[in-house]
């Protein structure tokens, strides 16, 4: 399918970069207040394979750092003990155009890489909002039904309650249907054709800012 290439955007401004932390131990303890309860226990690795890294909101309290917590619904919110964590910085950022179901890469302000995309289907819709890359993997057959690099996210689908026997965690993926690219079809994930997401993959690690915008 044919797409027409949008307008670029203005590139993000660098203080908008996402900031993250990764958990220094095989368990970390999320908390629902500074001194709070703990209410959640993630592992590390987690989700899948990589360092266990969540989403920081920036508000600190003491030896307390507020984080995402990747569960529904999306926002959920917990604070970790700064001890128990390390904090780590990107420079990439995806920008999505939902609308015009297209992708944009940034790295240190810069536009790198652009390409459309499928998104998610009116009736599983892509939800617009922030999110942030906390699973990296190269899948062995670029032939399967996520293509060749599957990139999930710390969000989810806002009207699933489960993918697959999992979270239904928003990710951006390969695809072994490159004719649909362009269209609204997917359960909420971001499909990009084989060669264009080999072209964002060099670019894309744990803790990268993705930006779902209507």
């Known amino acids: 399918m044919e797409s027409k290439k949008p307008v670029a955007s203005a590139a993000p401004s660098s203080i908008e970069r996402l900031r993250s932390v990764q958990a220094l131990e095989a368990e970390l303890y999320v908390h629902d207040a500074p001194d709070g309860q703990p209410r959640w226990l993630l592992g590390n690795p987690g989700p899948f394979d990589g360092v266990l890294t969540l989403e920081a ?20 919110t917990g604070w970790v003990e700064l001890g128990a964590v390390r904090p780590i910085s990107v420079n990439s950022v995806i920008r999505i155009d939902l609308s015009d179901r297209w992708a944009q ?20 819709p892509t939800p617009a909002l922030s999110a942030m890359v906390d699973h990296v993997q190269r899948n062995s057959d670029p032939s399967g039904l996520y293509g060749s690099w599957l990139f999930g996210t710390n969000q989810h689908s806002e009207v699933l309650s489960e993918f697959d026997g999992g979270r239904p965690a ?11 690219i362009g269209q609204e079809v997917s359960n909420g994930c971001i499909r990009f054709t084989n060669d264009d997401i080999e072209l964002f993959a060099p670019h894309i690690e744990l803790g990268t800012r993705v930006e779902m915008r209507p």
């Open 105 to 124: 890469l940034y790295v240190d302000d810069s536009l790198v890489a652009e390409a459309p995309v499928a998104v998610g289907a009116a009736e599983t």
């Open 170 to 180: 928003i990710a951006l993926h390969g695809t072994n249907a490159p004719e649909l």
């Open 57 to 76: 909101t920036g508000n600190r309290e003491g030896d307390w750092v507020e984080v995402v917590v990747p569960v529904q619904p999306n926002g959920t």
